[in-house]
């Protein structure tokens, strides 16, 4: 008997079309699994797979790698597993083929960071499918990461020393304590809104990198210490050790969205556009460069895993400052 509705993919892939909307048919055309397939959904009583890559998720969730994950790692999968989630959480894992991985690579490129995200997740949620026995074998393996455009591999501006005075000089106070953590601490921004008053002791700030998980101690220089003092000192009171620093006048805590926002609006107020929040990481590690810092030192305020941004940003700032040298020699 012909089966109305159907709609072959050009990749292959058989769909059954109900009410404008398209849903897969997992089993090999011809057999008896087909048909059931085709029936439950034409009947809208199509069962749950028990295998589907929802309950595999749920499943990954409980394993120690994932419990094992840096904080900034386990963020970065759990927004590709909320959209994997969405769009095939239903679906059975053991239909996967590389082709579909690549395709829902391809649907993301216009966000090549998340983009190039889903295949890594694809290949962990597979591994832990052939622990568990729902694999033989990981289909998305092997697919190739997208290339970042051109025109978003622009490397962030160190802020010259122009741009630091002015900030420093017309900024309002939630934004000017913003600046000095992010010169001060050299961290990414993403940890600058974790931070609490019981972090800081009056000389130094402690942290547990969101990214890498490492613990820091991060002594404070002069202008942080003041600009952390005063927020401390219109609080009036010792503040809760648990609460915030970095805090609206509401009193509500701020995210990392309200704080990239506020400070966006206030560059443009005052015309350092150019110069973004991750300058001001590259900005301290300038700093500690022209103080005469080595690579170790450097590391040991800013987390660096590897060496290679220490050595880029430090870089910069030491072949300036024995230009200058060479200068002074030279005259």
């Known amino acids: 008997m012909r089966k109305k509705y159907l709609w072959r993919h050009p990749s292959g892939r058989i769909y059954v079309r109900v009410k404008g909307q398209l ?40 394993s120690d790698r994932w419990k094992g994950l840096k904080p900034r790692t386990r963020a970065d999968y759990d927004k590709v597993m909320t959209y994997l989630r969405e769009k095939i959480g239903k679906r ?3 239909a996967l083929t590389t082709p579909d991985v690549i395709a829902a690579q391809k649907a993301n490129a216009h966000r090549v960071r998340f983009a190039n995200y889903i295949p890594q997740v694809f290949v962990v949620l597979c591994i832990h499918a052939i622990q568990i026995g729902w694999l033989e074998r990981n289909p998305a393996k092997g697919v190739r990461a997208l290339k970042t455009p051109e025109e978003k591999r622009l490397d962030h501006t160190p802020w010259p020393d122009e741009a630091v005075e002015e900030f420093r000089a ?42 890498t998980g490492k613990r820091l101690v991060l002594p404070c220089t002069e202008r ?108």
């Open 92 to 94: 059975d894992v053991k």
């Open 224 to 331: 942080l210490r003041a600009e952390l003092d005063r927020a401390k000192a219109e609080l009036g009171a010792i503040p809760i050790a648990s609460r915030p620093i970095l805090m609206k006048r509401d009193g509500n805590p701020i995210s990392y969205r309200y704080m990239a926002d506020l400070m966006l609006r206030e560059r443009k107020r005052l015309g350092l556009e150019a110069y973004d929040l991750h300058a001001l990481r590259y900005r301290g590690v300038k700093e500690l460069a022209l103080a005469g810092c080595d690579d170790d030192e450097i590391s040991a305020y800013s987390g660096h895993a590897t060496k290679k941004m220490v050595v880029k940003y430090a870089g910069e700032a030491r072949q300036e400052m024995r230009a200058r040298q060479a200068r002074e020699k030279r005259q």
């Open 23 to 62: 849903h897969r048919i997992v089993a090999a055309e011809g057999t008896a699994d087909f048909d059931r397939e085709y029936w439950e959904i034409l009947t809208g009583t199509r069962r749950k797979v028990r295998t589907s890559w929802g309950a595999l998720m749920d499943d990954y969730r409980t």
């Open 170 to 211: 017309k900024a309002s106070d939630l934004c000017r304590l913003i600046f000095e953590i992010g010169v001060g601490t050299v961290q990414r921004p993403g940890d600058w809104v974790g931070f609490r008053w019981g972090d800081y002791d009056g000389d130094s700030l402690t942290l547990v990198q969101n990214k």
